[in-house]
């Protein structure tokens, strides 16, 4: 099975940088994805790592560490719309074929 | 935005009811998911199929049946619904790893299901 833990809630002030962060077990890796869900609505795509290292999208960034099990979310420039819940997921091979598992989501809330 | 439709959006039903919800995408997508999302649970994967008439249980399956007779269709079913399956329900599609590794799952509107 798998094990995925982010944090509850956060805050932060706009034209701030955030770091929201993921732990996870899992015993068949295969990607880890961050979406972004605002409240009533459905969770949409902010970038996807399955190589050690840092993607970078714009004003989002995402870091993956394999061997710690361990990925990060950094929002910069932080903006009032960028009030959302942010969701870890983990992608493995269950059996031969693939699952995806989603974290608790951290809901940020960005503050004036 | 991916060709995913999920119906009813919202609905209300009573205890022991049967109830079925529809995901059809038009993607050709060959993996497709059910979740429900509560407060303080957040996306937890009921029953995914990786191919026509393939499924397999997600981490809370007890209650739910699925069926995948063609590519483009998921139901989920409730045989006989209980308050505690008062929930967002959300279909999600993705392509396979092999083929596309970097495509992420696609999420539907959602259903928003109350059982009284």
């Known amino acids: 099975g798998q094990n995925i833990d982010q944090p509850t809630e956060m805050t932060a002030t706009e034209g701030a940088i955030v770091q929201i962060n993921c732990t996870y077990q899992?015993?068949?890796?295969?990607?880890l994805f961050w979406y972004q869900q605002h409240a009533g609505e459905a969770p949409t795509f902010l970038s996807y790592n399955v190589l050690d290292g840092l993607e970078e999208k714009g004003r989002f960034s995402s870091f993956l560490s394999r061997s710690k099990g361990y990925s990060y979310l950094l929002l910069k420039e932080l903006q009032m719309k960028d009030s959302a819940s942010y969701l870890c997921?983990?992608?493995?091979?269950?059996?031969?074929?693939?699952?995806?598992?989603f974290g608790i989501g951290t809901k940020l809330q960005v503050i004036p | 935005d991916a060709g995913i439709t999920q119906s009813p959006r919202h609905k209300v039903t009573e205890t022991g009811t049967p109830v079925t919800l529809r995901c059809h995408q038009t993607?050709?997508?060959?993996?497709m998911y059910w979740y429900r999302q509560d407060p303080g649970h957040g996306l937890r994967l009921i029953h995914y199929s990786y191919g026509v008439k393939d499924t397999d249980k997600g981490e809370v399956s007890d209650g739910y049946s699925v069926s995948r007779s063609k590519t483009e269709d998921f139901l989920l079913t409730l045989e006989s619904a209980t308050s505690s399956q008062t929930s967002v329900y959300f279909c999600a599609i993705s392509d396979s790893a092999a083929r596309e590794p970097r495509q992420p799952q696609h999420f539907g509107d959602g259903t928003r299901l109350s059982i009284l």
């Open positions: 993607e050709n997508h060959r993996y």
């Open positions: 997921a983990v992608r493995d091979y269950s059996g031969g074929y693939q699952k995806v598992t």
């Open positions: 899992t015993s068949g890796f295969n990607g």
